[in-house]
């Protein structure tokens, strides 16, 4: 679904410096980027180098925007290939990629597209995940009615105009957000059971299943009636799940692959951290950096000491999104 472009988000700000005679020459290019938010007024994709920028509206230095782009106003999720520096991006009715991310800008046209949801109803916006192990991207759909699924793709790194190989389809409202621990092999899914409460669905044995599955495990949210949060991000390494509130809080969950039942009884979270903004769009913890990323459509929340904060964080770097831009999705780039 192509939308028109919208006002660029920023301008690239080009620093001088003066020689002996008085004249200027313009800096450098910026080094390659490496935190990719999604904006989707503008139909844009805005990166920057810095991984840990200052308070104050985010500095960005690329934008992918135009008509070449295909991107339309539902980013509704990203996902890296970090190591050959190519972004999935998920939108409305397909999934676009686009390859050399770091130092992609302007009306560029994605390298491929990995598939295009067929029919007028439906959408990928229940998020999509990346294995780069096994080479599989999952992509969630939402489609009227309480069984949703999420299609599975081999061969990520090349499909082009794919089918999916697999589908995995299960009883639940509306799909937010997945994930995958590839370590484990476990696929979780955070949406609204059939009475609007939030659930994280945990699936055993991710990588083969196939066709109408039961979930191993449920972990019950009974005190959030209503559409949750986007949102959902598995640590593991850690065995470890962050899962973002209607309250503007993440529950942290250790041991994720055993955890089931109801958080208020026999599944409470293992530490809660509270956060300054409410209705987050997506969440993403750079573990090597132990820094999580809270996304809401006015900025990011960027919290240090990921695996430990709880409560209150004492320090929470505010970034705010330029004048006109809604912040969707985020990756970042190690």
Do not use: H, W
């Given at each position: ?38 904006d989707t007024t503008n139909a844009a994709i805005a990166s920057s180098s810095n991984l840990n920028p200052s308070p104050g509206v985010l500095a960005v230095e690329r934008t992918i925007a135009g008509a070449n782009t295909q991107l339309d106003t539902n980013l509704f999720d990203f996902a890296l290939d970090a190591t050959n520096d190519r972004l ?247």
């Amino acid at each position: 679904m192509l939308r028109a472009l919208a006002v660029p988000l920023v301008a690239l700000l080009v620093a001088s410096c003066g020689g002996g005679s008085g004249s200027v020459s313009p800096a450098p290019p910026a080094s390659g980027s490496r935190i990719f938010v999604g904006d989707t007024t503008n139909a844009a994709i805005a990166s920057s180098s810095n991984l840990n920028p200052s308070p104050g509206v985010l500095a960005v230095e690329r934008t992918i925007a135009g008509a070449n782009t295909q991107l339309d106003t539902n980013l509704f999720d990203f996902a890296l290939d970090a190591t050959n520096d190519r972004l999935y991006v998920a939108d409305l009715r397909s999934v676009l990629v686009f390859n050399n991310a770091s130092t992609l800008s302007g009306n560029a046209t994605p390298s491929r597209t990995v598939t295009t949801l067929p029919g007028p109803f439906g959408g990928f916006s229940g998020g999509i995940f990346l294995d780069t192990t096994r080479n599989m991207l999952y992509a969630a759909t939402n489609f009227i009615g309480t069984t949703q699924n999420v299609q599975v793709f081999d061969n990520a790194s090349t499909a082009s105009g794919a089918t999916a190989t697999r589908t995995i389809t299960f009883t639940i409202r509306s799909i937010s957000d997945i994930v995958v621990d590839t370590t484990r092999n476990i696929l979780y899914v955070y949406g609204t059971d059939a009475a609007g409460f939030a659930e994280v669905l945990s699936f055993d044995n991710a990588s083969t299943l196939t066709g109408a599955v039961v979930p191993n495990r449920t972990i019950n949210f009974p005190d959030s009636g209503g559409t949750g949060p986007i949102g959902l991000f598995v640590d593991a390494a850690s065995d470890r799940l962050y899962v973002p509130r209607n309250d503007g809080t993440i529950a942290v969950f250790n041991t994720a692959s055993t955890v089931t039942g109801n958080v208020t009884v026999n599944a409470l979270p293992s530490r809660t951290i509270n956060l300054p903004q409410p209705g987050y769009t997506a969440l993403l913890v750079d573990v090597s950096a132990n820094r999580l990323y809270a996304v809401d459509p006015a900025g990011i929340s960027i919290i240090a000491n990921a695996s430990t904060v709880s409560g209150t964080p004492t320090t929470i770097t505010r970034v705010l999104a330029s004048n006109g831009a809604t912040f969707q999705a985020i990756a970042v780039k190690p």
